[in-house]
């Protein structure tokens, strides 16, 4: 398979105010991309990221939509301004997400409904009539909560398993015959992020927090700096409906699930 080329490409990136969403916007600029839709909720610090891209690329290459993605239409309007600014949408990126099992109805709501109306507007409406060259791409950003069990966040851990689901079912040979729009899934390891930092009181309780303390402590950490440039290797080389982790900043490695059809079956009785 060709490597997906990211110059003159269009990219709308959700939760692009800030952190792990602002740096895979500056990347693609980097990368030669034409121009980047930042959507997010905070329009203080979206004016502020569109500023300083202005600054650094020039005029033209950045624009902030408020976006609060569980609304299909404020999703919409994200696709339809950034067909007005640039013309054309190449790349979207759904990496807004929420950790908060306490108030865990929009934890699923924006964790997972949002990443829906992403995809369903994505690979069904807009990539496919308005991409510049001949393939689209959709990044899918879960986590290793997404492919791993973690206790002391259930219900996060499994809006993560949500989206490695959505990514695979996507992702598969089907739609890309049919949409040539690529879908790829990257699980971010620890990642210093305010969502890493200022979990207190959003988990479902303080045996819960107790534990995460502790879990914490075991996973090595990177930057958003960091992880955004792994993120750039996987946009070029990943083949569509993969998974891809990348934790401490190391080399991304392929995730995938056995075909449950040729695992050994082991029944209950079998069980200790």
């Not at 995938?256 to 029944?267: D, G």
């Amino acid at each position: 398979m060709s490597q997906f080329d990211i110059v003159n490409k269009i990219a709308l990136v959700t939760g692009g105010a800030s952190g792990l969403g602002l740096q895979c916007a500056i990347k693609l600029l980097e990368e030669g991309a034409r121009g980047v839709t930042l959507a997010d909720i905070n329009k203080v610090a979206g004016t502020k990221a569109v500023r300083d891209i202005e600054e650094k690329f020039g005029p033209n290459k950045a624009i902030f939509v408020y976006c609060n993605i569980q609304h299909k239409s404020d999703f919409e309007n994200a696709f339809i301004k950034t067909i007005e600014s640039f013309q054309n949408i190449d790349v979207l990126i759904n990496n807004a997400g929420i950790f908060d099992d306490r108030c865990y109805e929009k934890e699923i709501g924006v964790n997972v409904i949002g990443v829906a109306h992403g995809m369903v507007l994505g690979v069904d409406k807009y990539i496919p009539k308005y991409r510049s060259g001949s393939e689209g791409l959709i990044v899918n950003v879960s986590s290793i909560a997404g492919i791993n069990s973690f206790p002391f966040i259930p219900i996060y851990t499994g809006t993560k398993f949500a989206i490695h689901g959505m990514t695979l079912a996507w992702g598969d040979v089907f739609h890309y015959s049919r949409t040539k729009v690529r879908v790829v899934g990257v699980c971010p390891g620890a990642t210093e992020t305010p969502l890493l930092r200022n979990f207190a009181g959003l988990t479902l309780g303080p045996d819960y927090e107790a534990y995460m303390v502790e879990g914490l402590k075991l996973c090595p950490s990177q930057t958003p700096e960091q992880m955004a440039n792994r993120t750039m290797e996987i946009i070029k080389k990943a083949p569509s409906g993969t998974m891809w982790v990348v934790e401490a900043n190391m080399e991304p490695w392929k995730f995938e699930l056995p075909n449950y059809q040729n695992i050994e079956k082991v029944s209950l009785d079998q069980v200790q």
